[in-house]
């Protein structure tokens, strides 16, 4: 059921809080500790892995663009990402001490499939993040992390996209722990933020009004693009996605310091360029390149940090979110996105739940 919203996928976006809390505290015990009940690598087997890949696609795809921040700063481990089809025609290099990652909300998806078959016969260890308990990708991997996200019935994915996030994060504690490169103290802290980001979530849907009207001032174009640098940049990938998909209006996602070097003519006067700007270091860089977008005529709506005051200077409209350290931020900054997406594409008057020409799950290759 729609637990009384319109739509599945406003359902789902609300969903979000408690599927962080699920996913994260039911794999934490009386210490405080992780536990991957279906993860069996043990020290040897990790100290073993020299370069892991993740493949997916879709939103499972950018829930990999986080991971491997995640994994290579935490794990110090070199982590390249893949789209599922694209990896498995690509003769991947792959040996004994490689590990692959799938990510599929629903784990039936045929090219992440196929891709783990092929990554098995060569000899890679597979682990699979996924939604769905004893879906296709569950039964074909060595180790699986269950995200506790529920039923996803919206085709645009939003709440299994945030969980698979909260995955990589545990994933990239538990490794760093067990191959000692994360101090005890360094790993509870990590798991106390990470906790506290379900409240943090709930705090961003409360300004839910204030966002639909942002939403209005770019519901009629035909055109739009979303900006970052850095972790902002997957979040810019997700959020056109997003809104491509749903409202069926043409969005791409650029790396900000990319503009420059083409992406900056396609800016006209009025095109909405959404900027996402939440990495303290990249944070001036980025106001660089509002202002250029700017002097090109567009309509720059930011999503940043609750007191920032420079963004406001230079943007036309700020969604403000509460801060979090850096690595964590693609959970909230996510969240804004998601909803002007869902806006955009109601009041466009297109069927939120079922966009065209898509299915929820791609079991075609
Ligand atoms: O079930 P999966 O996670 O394997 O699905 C992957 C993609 O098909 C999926 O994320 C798709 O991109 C969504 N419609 C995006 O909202």
């Not at 892991?52 to 990402?81: D, F, S």
């Not at 196929?114 to 939604?131: D, E, H, P, S, Y």
């Amino acid at each position: 059921s729609k637990g009384g919203f319109d739509h599945f996928m406003m359902k789902e976006i609300y969903d979000q809080p408690q599927a962080i809390h699920d996913t994260l505290m039911r794999r934490l015990d009386e210490d405080g500790m992780i536990h991957l009940d279906d993860i069996k690598l043990t020290k040897e087997d990790l100290d073993g892995i020299t370069k892991m890949y993740i493949v997916a696609c879709g939103t499972a795809y950018h829930a990999g663009l986080v991971g491997k921040y995640a994994i290579e700063k935490l794990a110090k481990v070199p982590v390249e990402v893949d789209i599922a089809s694209e990896f498995r025609y690509s003769d991947p290099f792959i040996d004994e001490h490689t590990m692959l990652i799938v990510v599929s909300q629903s784990g039936e998806t045929a090219d992440t499939l196929a891709a783990m078959k092929l990554a098995k016969a060569k000899g890679a260890r597979v682990l699979a993040i996924t939604n769905v308990v004893g879906s296709s990708v569950a039964r074909e991997a060595h180790d699986v992390f269950y995200t506790w996200a529920g039923p996803e019935i919206a085709v645009a994915s939003t709440k299994a996209y945030t969980a698979q996030m909260i995955a990589f994060y545990m994933i990239a504690l538990d490794f760093a722990y067990k191959k000692g490169t994360i101090t005890l103290e360094a790993y509870h802290e990590t798991i106390k933020k990470i906790e506290a980001l379900a409240p943090l979530v709930q705090e961003i849907l409360a300004d839910k009004d204030e966002i639909e009207k942002i939403a209005m001032d770019m519901k009629d174009a035909q055109n739009a693009f979303y900006l970052g640098r850095g972790v902002d940049y997957t979040t810019a990938r997700e959020a056109a996605l997003k809104l491509k998909e749903i409202s069926y209006i043409y969005t791409e996602a650029f790396a900000a310091g990319e503009l420059k070097h083409g992406p900056i003519a396609l800016i006209d006067q009025g095109t909405p360029v959404l900027c996402i700007v939440t990495q303290e270091a990249l944070e001036e860089k980025m106001i660089s390149n509002i202002k250029e977008v700017k002097a090109r005529g567009a309509f720059v709506i930011a999503i940043t940090r609750k007191g920032n005051t420079e963004v406001a200077k230079v943007a036309d409209d700020v969604i403000y979110i509460p801060g979090a350290d850096d690595l964590l931020m693609p959970v909230l900054s996510v969240i804004p996105t998601q909803l002007i997406s869902y806006y955009v594409s109601i009041a466009r008057g297109n069927d939120v739940d079922k966009p065209r020409n898509l299915a929820k799950s791609v079991t075609v290759e």
